[in-house]
Structures are given as structure tokens and as C-alpha cells.
């Protein structure tokens, strides 16, 4: 199983940004997520989705302003990020696991992390 995010970047506060996370072996069964962990700060849950229903989750402090959905590509999931704020500056990751927890000891594979940076 690999994973590989893209799309980070320096975006102005207000802005849209929107990461891609394309990766093999994704099940019915699996849960894609994202993830962010700012500099001294712990890895902190952001949206996922159940890949085979589509359900989606997400932290209290994205919701309404991101979406995670599927790409357009094959075994792509992308998160969509709107109204962005200088608190959203992290690293991104994708990650994929069973279940749609927000513990990131429950995801057992890991893409290599995008930076994102919202700053004027």
C-alpha cells in the first residue's frame, strides 16, 4: 500500500486550497483520512471517509469549511479546503485504516505529508 499527498501551498487567509492523495490498495472496507500536525504539536484528526459508502467525518474545527471526497482519478481522495485560517498552517496527511477514528495509532499507512501554509 502506498499513499502520496500533493497540493500544499502558501495561501492567503480566506483562500482555498485543495490536497489530493492518490493511493493503491484502497478496499471497500478502508477508511481514508486526513490528518495535520503543526511544529510541536500533536498529529490532530481532520476528515475522513468510508471509502465503500462514502460516509465522512470530520474535526469540529473544519467542518463546514473543508469537504473530503473522491477524485476524479482512481483511487484518489481529495480534501477540499475553503475559508482557510492561519490555525489551518500545517502539514497535511493522508492515512488509511479500518475505521473512522480519530486516533492516528488506529491508520496504518501513511502518505509522506504535504505543507500547508496560510499566511498574508
Known amino acids: 500500500v502506498q499513499l502520496q499527498a500533493s497540493g500544499g501551498g502558501l495561501v492567503q487567509p480566506g483562500g482555498s486550497l485543495r490536497l489530493s492523495c492518490a493511493a493503491s490498495?484502497?478496499?471497500?472496507?478502508?477508511?481514508m483520512a486526513w490528518f495535520r500536525q503543526d511544529s510541536g504539536k500533536e498529529r490532530e484528526f481532520v476528515a475522513a471517509?468510508?471509502?465503500?459508502?462514502?460516509?465522512?467525518y470530520y474535526a469540529d474545527s473544519v467542518k463546514g469549511r473543508f469537504t473530503v471526497s473522491k477524485g476524479t482519478a482512481r483511487n484518489t481522495v481529495y480534501l477540499q479546503m475553503n475559508s482557510l485560517k492561519p490555525d489551518d498552517t500545517a502539514t497535511y496527511f493522508c492515512?488509511?485504516?479500518?475505521?473512522?477514528?480519530?486516533?492516528?495509532?488506529?491508520?496504518?499507512?501513511w502518505g509522506q505529508g504535504t505543507q500547508v501554509t496560510v499566511s498574508s
Open positions: 492515512a488509511r485504516g479500518p475505521s473512522p477514528d480519530n486516533n492516528p495509532r488506529s491508520y496504518d499507512y
Open positions: 490498495g484502497i478496499l471497500s472496507s478502508s477508511v
Open positions: 471517509m468510508r471509502w465503500g459508502r462514502g460516509s465522512t
